[in-house]
Each structure stands twice: as structure tokens, then as C-alpha cells.
């Protein structure tokens, strides 16, 4: 591992420890917890949030926030269950339309960013109110049908791994190359350290930076099958819940709400934590209202802790 | 030597806000040259170099580039042409490693891959060829000194394949030896044919390595000369030999015994170090010294943005504990800071409510500000300060930088300090604000208040201050009476010459 990678894998090491300790606690403190089929439970359930939750850490990583995914999410949804049941043409048409949209939208939020300096928190937030209203308009409620063998696929299991995971783990190794072994993902993390430094280097932040987003809405657009795929039928709604979850497991992985700093390993163990914080509860027989509180407490003291370690380095 | 010229500057203006910074500059770089700008600050320098870099566009003028007329639109398409500027305040990804830092926009690898291991590799060669290669290049940036960090900026410049490389300030950062090492390294790339510029205010840096120096003053060439018809002294006196304007209202003769405020052993970490500072009352105290020198960190740690680290702070002979503005306020300070847009004014909002901010518990009845005795103070700060504006109810935006800082004079005498801690006053604003300000301070002397005055502006400094301190390097490099004081004297001491024989 070469250059600023080891840093940055730092950033990590809380919620690596967190990891750690729950598994621990909760294999000593419930019987169930540590067998195989709960554990693959646990992945599946996870595997959707890292996906989703490494694509808000490219925004992230620059010093924005994309608050549209969830939206785009539910929009793939019912693009797919409305199309998808006309056979290998309508799946394929689904995939290739729910392409085309959530690039549409995430070109959206770049333009907005770059080119009218508009906050990524405001336009993203304009864009998902906006595809949302889409949403409720082509499916009011929970209907039509995905493909069967897309479904089928989906539940594939490997050992203990099911296909999400697998899907997610993959998706992860590539992002986390990407951030760090490519040109683009060079460009990146120096926008988020300082967007005028990287203009004045030579960097084109603004291609740089609409390419980011159409590629975090296309990433969404992917967690969007994986979606529909579990819940098997498209849904207004269904995305609502990864908005704010993609948003805390980066940061309870310590990547900085301030860009440039932190990386998807992190991401990935602040997804691990989130759904194994479900998981426990659920075992324990704890009031799911109660895990509102865990998480919102433990993205305060995260956020905390970012603060603190900050001061110490300046 | 005098081949080809690779970049004319033509009768280059450049005005902002209807200050012109620079007028009718015109300039040529030849090959393998060595130009010297001199010239004190706010002269023009740094304008001049970010119009020939493609950072500013010029009002009017012309660039040439190998003869051939060009419209620089950013510094991007500048170093397309082979113009590279190492800027003073650094501009590093502090996350990233000094190697990757090094290569931004330029890094190896097969097409969209970067290779680290060739990556760290080439830095690791063109900090050699800069003349450091002790640094490590796997180091973050954050972690280095700032004299590493000024030799990373250095190296990540000479990495574009520059045909011209501007400096500005390059040594301010570096010990005797580095510096030696820098020099070394541009007059070796003056052998290869690059053209050098250096913006200075160590004349030791012009000297060991220019062939030209020009002088800038008030935006305008003054004199050029081949360096070696040339001596410190002459360029000096070039720099600052300016008329003495009437301008500045009669000093007070005597300094008050009482003293106002007082600072003893006071060090902030790597900023400031054993000031020790008096302020009589009644009585305007200067404090000078070239930019960026601890004249920003003082003036704000004494207001409490930034505490100091340690040392004693007396206010009326007793010692206090300001941590914070709200503190300073309460000790009856006030501030007037350098940067009026960002933090003297709340631009979007009325005349009348920026005027009466910091007063609003006096206009106000059981917790309701009243809209009247807020409407009858502003009207009443306005007149007493002539300051202009159609109506009091007009944005502070649309006002001219000189009624600006007005109101933001006005502002903090309403809650009537004992001492006003002024940065860099009358920057950008008119010469007829600027002589009322300084009249306006002089009165407010008069009445008992004392008036701590930091800036860059020379013959202010001269010609407002009873005493004067000169800042260097985070320490007072020297002390001078008003009335004895002279641009040279005060720029001797700015540049520190007797401290740089010694090392």
C-alpha cells in the first residue's frame, strides 16, 4: 500500500474497533447471533446500504452530499417492476431506461453544483422532492412485478455469502480502486481537500464534478434493483429509509463531512455497523424505535470524535 | 543572451473598484534570464505577476507570448504556455502525500491508472533536481514544516516543464542553507534557458540571483537597472523614496504615563514569539512590518479570536483573560478587522442595522428592539460620520469600500472602547475616507482613547503613530518613536537585515 492510502484506511480504525466489539459482546449475549444463517442475514440485509453508502462517500469525498439517491432509488423500483415483467426484452429495457434516468438526474445535481453554485445539499434535496413527485405519480402505491429470474438470481447463495453481498463486497474493492489507483479518483479526494487548489493545479472540477454525481445516481439506480429484487414489486417509497443511512455510515466510518478524507473501507464497516445494530435489537427483542436513538447517538459521538481528532491535527 | 522575447507584457492597467493598481506596466522576459521585481507592498507586484500568469485579466494591455498577441483566460491556460507561479500562501492538498501532491494533473500509469511506486519515483527525481531530495515523499503534507511544504510548491511548479517561473516571497519560509540550495537550483535553470522572476522583500534573494531588478511603485515602473549597476541601497531607496503628503493631523507630543493596555512574554505557538508591547492612553500605537510576518495573529489574538498560548495580558495595570470576542467586548475593546467583506459587515442587511449591531440591548424595551430609536441613532451615526448613503435602509453592499468602513468605525464607538484595535484601516478605500479616518482617529486620541494601528501602508504607519513596533518573523524586530521614524528605518528592521548576517 503506497501513498496516502494508509492515512486515510486510518481514518477507519474507530469503527473497526466497533466492529469488533459488537460482534464480540452480542456472540457472548445472545446464542443466536453467532450462526450461520443470522450472519448471512445480516449481510443481505447490508448489502444494499454499503452500495448505496459507497456511492455517498464519492460525494462525500468532495465536500458534498447527495440527498437525491433515495429517490432515484424508488424511481428504479417501479421502472423495473413496471417493465420488467415483458420477458428478457422488458427487463432489459428497464435496466437500460433506469440507466438513462438516474444519469439524467445525477447530471442534474452536477450542473446545479458547477455550473449555478448552487449548495449540493439544496439541489439534490430539489431534485429528490422532484423525482419523488415523479414516483407517486407513475405508482401511487406498492405494485407491479419484477422478473423472476432476476429475483431468483438475487437469492442466490454462495457458502455463507448471499448474491447481494457478493455484489456489495465487489462493488466496494472496485470503488476503493477507483479512489485511490485512478486519475479520477485522484481528483477527488484534491477537489475535497480544497476545490480551488485542485482548479489552479489543472484539474477539471467541474467535468470531474458532474461525472461524480451521474456516477453516484447510477450507483443508486444499481442499489435500486437490488431493492426491488428484495422487496420483488416497485414502491414510491422504499428508498426513503437510505437517504440519512447512507449518509451515517460513511461518517460513523470516519469519512469527513468536509471532503478529502476517509475511504469506502470505513464506509463499508459504518454499513456493517448500522445493520448489525438492527440485527442485535431485533435478537435481543428490543423496540425497533430504540435503534432511531442507538444510531442517532452514535453518529453524534462519531461526528464528536471527527472534531476532536481534527483540532489535534491542526 | 537577448534572443527571442517569450513574453512581452504591453501597457498593462489594472484597476479594481476604481483604485488602479497598476499603470501602464510593461515587460520582457527573455530567455534564461533572472528578473527582480522589488517594490513595498501594495505596489502592484503580485497583480502584475497574476495578469502575466493568466490568474487576473488586465483592464487593458497586452500580452505577447513568443510574439504572438494571446488572452490569457485562468492560470490553467497560463501554464499551457509554460508559465508557472509559485505562489507565497501555499496551495497543497493537505491529505495527500508530498509526491502526490507533487504530480497532481500529471501522474503516471497506464491510461486511467495511476502508478504510485513511478509516481513517487519522478517526484522523488524533480525534488532532486530542485535540490532537496531529503524529503520524504511518502510524507503527508500535513505532517511536514513549512519549509518543506515551500520546497514541495516549488518542486510541484518546476514539475509543469515551465519556460517561465515566477516566485513570489520564495525564501520567506527557508533557513540561510535552504535558501542557498533554491538559489542554486534557478541559477542552474537559468542555464537551460528559463526565464526567472522573483518577487522579494530579502534583497539577499535578488542579489544571488537576478541579472535585472525592476522597481514597482504605486503600479507604476520607477526604476531598472542590470544588477550589478545596482546596490541594496539604491534599490531601497527606490522602493519607498516618495514625497511626504500633509495629510496626517499634529501627534501628541508626550505619551501618556497611564497605560491602556499592556502585553508581557506574550508566544502563541509558531506565530508569535516574547512580545512584550505597551499601549499608552491617549495614544495611537503602530505596528508594522512586512505582510504575513504575525501582524494577523496578534492583532486578532488580542481581540480573542485566537487566544494566545501564554504570557500576561494587563488591561488598566490588571491582568485579564481574554479567550473570546464576547470577553473583549466586555474588557471594552474593539476591532476592526482586515478583511471588511467577511467579518466587518453583515453585507445583505440595512445600513441602519449594521450601524446599530453591536447596541441593539440600549434601542431595545423589555427585549423588542424599537424601530424608532434604531432609525434616530443610525441617522445620527451617519451624520456625525458623513458617511453616504441615499437611505438607511439600503444594503451595506452597494456602499463604497471608504463609507463601509465607516460604519463599521461607527459601530464599535457606539459601545464606546477604550482601546480600538484598527487592521490594515484604509486598504481600498478613497483617499477623502481615508483623510477623514485618520482625523476621526486622531479626535478620538484626543478624547482618551487609545488606538492600536496595524498596517501595511508605510507612510500611515509613520505618519499616524506615537510609537512604533515592527513585527518580523512573529517577533518585534524593533521599536521606534514616532517622530523619529523613516520608511528606511522601518524597512530595515521589516527586513531584518543585522538577523540574517548573524545566522
Known amino acids: ?314 | 543572451m537577448k534572443h527571442i522575447c517569450i513574453l512581452e507584457g504591453k501597457n498593462l492597467f489594472k484597476e479594481f473598484q476604481g483604485n488602479m493598481v497598476l499603470k501602464n506596466a510593461s515587460l520582457q522576459c527573455f530567455p534564461g534570464e533572472g528578473i527582480a521585481l522589488a517594490g513595498e507592498n501594495g505596489a502592484g507586484k503580485s497583480t502584475l505577476m497574476n495578469i502575466i500568469s493568466g490568474g487576473l485579466k488586465p483592464t487593458s494591455g497586452e500580452i505577447f507570448i513568443d510574439g504572438n498577441k494571446v488572452i490569457l483566460s485562468g492560470s490553467k491556460q497560463g501554464k499551457q504556455y509554460g508559465i508557472s507561479f509559485v505562489h507565497q500562501e501555499l496551495s497543497l492538498f493537505k491529505e495527500m502525500t508530498v509526491g502526490e501532491n507533487i504530480m497532481i494533473g500529471r501522474e503516471p500509469g497506464r491510461k486511467r491508472l495511476i502508478d504510485q511506486q513511478k509516481l513517487h519515483k519522478k517526484a522523488k527525481e524533480l525534488l532532486k533536481e530542485v535540490g532537496y531530495e531529503h524529503i520524504d515523499v511518502y510524507a503527508l503534507v500535513k505532517n511536514i514544516s513549512p519549509a518543506q511544504k515551500q520546497i514541495t510548491e516549488i518542486a510541484k511548479a518546476w514539475a509543469t516543464t515551465p519556460r517561465i517561473l515566477i516566485f513570489d516571497e520564495p525564501t520567506s519560509s527557508l533557513n540561510k542553507k535552504e535558501s542557498e540550495i533554491l538559489f542554486g537550483f534557478i541559477n542552474r535553470i537559468k542555464k537551460i534557458g528559463i526565464c526567472v522572476i522573483v518577487i522579494s522583500h530579502r534583497l539577499e534573494d535578488i542579489f544571488s540571483t537576478c541579472d535585472r531588478v525592476l522597481v514597482l511603485k504605486d503600479g507604476e515602473f520607477v526604476f531598472e537597472s542590470s544588477i550589478d549597476k545596482t546596490s541594496p541601497d539604491q534599490i531601497i531607496s527606490q522602493m519607498v523614496g516618495r514625497e511626504f503628503k500633509n495629510i496626517y493631523p499634529p501627534k501628541q507630543q508626550n505619551l501618556n504615563k497611564e497605560i491602556a493596555l499592556e502585553l508581557r512574554e506574550i508566544c502563541m505557538e509558531n506565530k508569535l514569539k516574547n512580545i512584550n508591547f505597551k499601549v499608552p492612553k491617549g495614544s495611537v500605537i503602530g505596528v508594522g512590518g512586512l505582510e504575513g510576518q504575525g501582524q494577523r495573529e496578534l492583532s486578532r489574538s488580542l481581540f480573542g479570536i485566537k487566544p494566545f498560548t501564554s504570557g500576561h495580558y494587563l488591561i488598566q495595570g490588571k491582568e485579564v483573560q481574554i479567550k473570546s470576542p464576547y470577553e473583549a467586548v466586555k474588557n471594552k475593546l474593539a476591532f476592526l478587522s482586515d478583511d471588511r467583506k467577511a467579518e466587518g459587515l453583515f453585507m445583505p442587511l440595512s445600513t441602519e442595522k449594521n450601524a446599530c449591531s453591536l447596541i441593539l440591548n440600549k434601542l431595545s424595551h423589555s427585549g423588542f428592539i424599537s424601530t424608532v430609536r434604531m432609525k434616530n441613532k443610525a441617522q445620527k451615526i451617519i451624520s456625525q460620520l458623513h458617511i453616504k448613503v441615499s437611505d438607511i435602509k439600503q444594503p451595506v453592499s452597494n456602499l463604497s469600500g471608504g463609507n463601509q468602513q465607516k460604519i463599521i468605525l461607527s459601530k464599535w464607538l457606539e459601545t464606546e472602547p477604550d482601546v480600538f484595535i484598527l487592521h490594515e484601516p484604509t486598504r481600498g478605500i478613497d483617499v477623502q475616507s481615508k483623510l477623514e479616518i485618520y482625523q476621526l482617529i486622531r479626535n478620538l486620541t484626543d478624547k482618551g482613547m487609545s488606538v492600536i494601528i496595524f498596517t501595511s501602508d508605510m507612510l500611515e504607519l509613520i505618519g499616524l503613530s506615537e510609537y512604533i513596533y515592527v513585527l518580523y518573523e512573529g517577533e518585534i524586530s524593533g521599536e521606534i518613536p514616532g517622530i523619529n521614524a523613516t520608511e528606511e528605518k522601518i524597512m530595515r528592521l521589516s527586513a531584518k537585515h543585522e538577523k540574517d548576517v548573524k545566522k
Open chain 1, 1 to 314: 500500500m503506497t501513498g496516502s492510502v494508509k492515512s486515510h484506511i486510518k481514518q477507519a480504525f474507530p469503527a473497526m474497533v466497533i466492529v469488533l466489539i459488537m460482534v464480540i459482546g452480542t456472540s457472548i449475549a445472545s446464542e443466536g447471533f453467532l450462526t450461520i444463517p443470522n450472519l448471512r442475514n445480516v449481510m443481505t440485509q447490508t448489502s444494499i446500504l454499503i452500495v448505496i453508502a459507497t456511492a455517498q462517500s464519492f460525494a462525500l469525498l468532495t465536500g458534498g452530499i447527495d440527498m437525491s439517491i433515495s429517490s432515484v432509488m424508488s424511481l428504479t423500483t417501479i421502472i423495473t417492476a413496471t417493465f420488467s415483467t415483458h420477458g428478457t426484452f422488458g427487463l432489459l429495457s428497464a435496466i437500460l431506461l433506469s440507466i438513462i434516468a438516474g444519469g439524467l438526474i445525477g447530471a442534474v445535481n452536477g450542473t446545479g453544483i458547477c455550473y449555478y453554485r448552487i449548495p449540493a445539499m439544496i439541489i439534490t434535496i430539489s431534485t429528490q422532492v422532484f423525482v419523488k413527485g415523479i414516483c407517486l405519480i407513475l405508482m401511487p402505491s406498492s405494485g407491479g412485478k419484477i422478473h423472476p429470474g432476476f429475483v431468483r438470481f438475487m437469492r442466490i447463495k454462495i457458502g455463507m455469502f448471499s448474491m447481494p453481498f457478493i455484489i456489495a463486497v465487489c462493488f466496494c474493492i472496485i470503488a476503493f480502486f477507483i479512489l485511490h489507483y485512478s486519475r479520477f479518483g485522484r481528483n477527488l479526494y484534491a477537489i475535497g481537500n480544497n476545490e480551488l487548489y485542485a482548479e489552479q493545479s489543472g484539474i477539471n472540477v467541474k467535468n470531474n464534478m458532474i461525472s461524480i454525481y451521474m456516477l453516484i445516481s447510477i450507483t443508486a439506480v444499481m442499489a435500486g434493483w437490488m431493492l426491488a429484487a428484495r422487496i420483488a414489486s416497485g414502491n414510491p417509497l422504499a428508498g426513503d429509509s437510505y437517504t440519512m443511512d447512507s449518509i451515517a455510515a460513511p461518517v460513523i466510518g470516519g469519512i469527513s463531512m468536509n471532503g478529502g478524507l476517509g475511504t469506502v473501507v470505513g464506509t463499508f464497516l459504518g454499513s456493517v455497523i448500522l445493520s448489525l445494530i438492527n440485527n442485535i435489537m431485533n435478537n435481543l427483542g428490543i423496540s425497533p424505535y430504540f435503534q432511531y436513538i442507538i444510531k442517532g447517538s452514535l453518529l453524534m459521538v462519531s461526528l464528536m470524535l471527527f472534531q476532536f481528532r481534527r483540532k489535534k491535527v491542526l
